[in-house]
């Protein structure tokens, strides 16, 4: 069981070492995370944002897997492949998207009624 563990956490390190989305979408989720502690979220709206970060990150993980894999296994141009491709990384961007809307929808308030107060 431990050895899952071990392998699944070397797999975020992997990630985060070798791919450039990976890590820019970590640091959005950090940047993310501060905006909720500065702006002091409620729980449900952390529970949203979470559940939202999570979505992305793990669409970015599998998007990334497909892409080594698929490389690997067919590293000359491929039709299929590219459409693989072109889907996973839809995926990913539908779900940015979704998570660009809740993120105006939880923090426009808070940073409107900061703006007024300045």
Same mark, same amino acid.
């Given at each position: !069981?431990?050895?899952? /563990?071990?392998?699944?956490?070397?797999?975020?390190? #992997?990630? $985060?070492? @070798?791919?450039?989305?990976?890590?820019?979408?970590?640091?959005?989720?950090?940047?993310?995370?501060? !905006?909720?502690?500065? /702006?002091?979220?409620?729980?449900?709206?952390?529970? #949203?944002? $979470?559940? @939202?970060?999570?979505?992305?990150?793990?669409?970015?993980?599998?998007?990334?897997?497909?892409?080594?894999?698929?490389?690997?296994?067919?590293?000359?141009?491929?039709?299929?492949?590219?459409?693989?491709?072109?889907?996973?990384?839809?995926?990913?961007?539908?779900?940015?998207?979704?998570?660009?809307?809740?993120?105006?929808?939880?923090?426009?308030?808070?940073?409107?009624?900061?703006?007024?107060?300045?």
């Amino acid at each position: !069981m431990l050895n899952k /563990f071990k392998h699944a956490f070397n797999g975020v390190k #992997v990630g $985060l070492i @070798t791919d450039k989305s990976i890590r820019s979408h970590f640091i959005f989720a950090f940047l993310v995370v501060l !905006m909720g502690i500065v /702006f002091v979220l409620p729980l449900m709206q952390w529970a #949203v944002l $979470l559940l @939202t970060i999570s979505m992305v990150m793990v669409l970015e993980y599998v998007n990334s897997a497909i892409e080594v894999f698929a490389d690997r296994v067919h590293p000359d141009h491929h039709s299929a492949i590219k459409n693989t491709k072109d889907l996973t990384a839809a995926a990913v961007l539908l779900a940015s998207i979704c998570a660009f809307f809740i993120g105006i929808i939880i923090f426009l308030p808070p940073v409107l009624v900061m703006l007024r107060g300045i």
